[in-house]
């Protein structure tokens, strides 16, 4: 098997540095070929200079802090690539990802594209773990689940700050971690029929009045909020 591995931290991980500034990477596109399977923690974290990263849809796992601050950066698989060479999908599959780290995707905030050109984040049948702060601040705006998904947990702040409208979470989960998808734009909300304890403030600020929740089911199993 092949796996981009885990660094130490953020200066480890950035190879051919500017001789002018060492802490300065000056990679600007980063394509990951199909066959990996796994991206190690603190990966590209910090490289803030990319602007494109291509995440093949080989990949299984992401480390924690994988591509943590990447704040300009557009994310793409290896579907759809055109004659320059980029994602012009408009969907990011993640759908063989098992397991996502806690901040791996945090402070990406580009990663949801733009209001004219939004990609949407797609989860697969085989999601098991997503960590605390993993898309906190990432931009997102439309993300789908697998309703099979063996999924329990909802890591805290996984999707805070973000600005997804619709959401439909896998059956399986049965906890919701606090502030989860604080600060979001809620208009539509599926809990899942397996859901018990849905943490503090884990949707607060998530429907603001010019974008008012008007779809919430909460299923008979939830005892606690």
């Given at each position: 098997?092949?796996?981009?591995?885990?660094?130490?931290?953020?200066?480890?991980?950035?190879?051919?540095?500017?001789?002018s500034n060492p802490s300065a990477n000056i990679f600007l596109t980063v394509y990951i070929e199909d066959g990996v399977l796994g991206i190690g923690e603190n990966a590209f974290k910090g490289?803030?200079?990319?602007?494109?990263?291509?995440?093949?849809?080989?990949?299984?796992?992401?480390?924690?802090?994988?591509?943590?601050?990447?704040?300009?950066?557009?994310?793409?698989?290896?579907?759809?690539?055109?004659?320059?060479?980029?994602?012009?999908?408009?969907?990011?599959?993640?759908?063989?990802?098992?397991?996502?780290?806690?901040?791996?995707?945090?402070?990406c905030s580009s990663m949801g594209g733009s209001a004219t050109s939004p990609i949407t984040i797609q989860f697969g049948a085989n999601l098991s773990s997503i960590g605390e702060n993993a898309?906190?601040?990432?931009?997102?705006?439309?993300?789908?689940?697998?309703?099979?998904?063996?999924?329990?947990?909802?890591?805290?702040?996984?999707?805070?700050?973000?600005?997804?409208?619709?959401?439909?979470?896998?059956?399986?989960?049965?906890?919701?971690?606090?502030?989860?998808?604080?600060?979001?734009?809620?208009?539509?909300?599926?809990?899942?029929?397996?859901?018990?304890?849905?943490?503090?403030?884990?949707?607060?600020?998530?429907?603001?009045?010019?974008?008012?929740?008007?779809?919430?089911?909460?299923?008979?199993?939830?005892?606690?909020?």
């Amino acid at each position: 098997s092949l796996s981009i591995p885990d660094y130490d931290d953020m200066y480890t991980a950035i190879w051919w540095p500017n001789p002018s500034n060492p802490s300065a990477n000056i990679f600007l596109t980063v394509y990951i070929e199909d066959g990996v399977l796994g991206i190690g923690e603190n990966a590209f974290k910090g490289m803030s200079t990319l602007n494109y990263v291509q995440i093949p849809r080989s990949v299984k796992t992401i480390g924690a802090n994988a591509f943590s601050g990447v704040s300009g950066a557009r994310f793409g698989d290896d579907l759809d690539v055109d004659q320059n060479g980029q994602d012009d999908d408009t969907t990011l599959d993640l759908s063989n990802v098992t397991s996502i780290g806690e901040g791996a995707f945090q402070n990406c905030s580009s990663m949801g594209g733009s209001a004219t050109s939004p990609i949407t984040i797609q989860f697969g049948a085989n999601l098991s773990s997503i960590g605390e702060n993993a898309f906190n601040n990432a931009g997102l705006r439309t993300v789908t689940f697998n309703s099979n998904a063996p999924i329990k947990e909802i890591g805290d702040s996984a999707f805070a700050s973000n600005q997804i409208s619709n959401l439909a979470l896998p059956d399986n989960v049965k906890t919701i971690g606090a502030s989860a998808f604080y600060n979001n734009i809620l208009t539509s909300l599926t809990l899942p029929k397996n859901l018990v304890t849905i943490e503090d403030r884990a949707f607060y600020r998530s429907s603001p009045a010019q974008k008012n929740l008007t779809n919430l089911v909460i299923p008979s199993n939830v005892k606690s909020i």
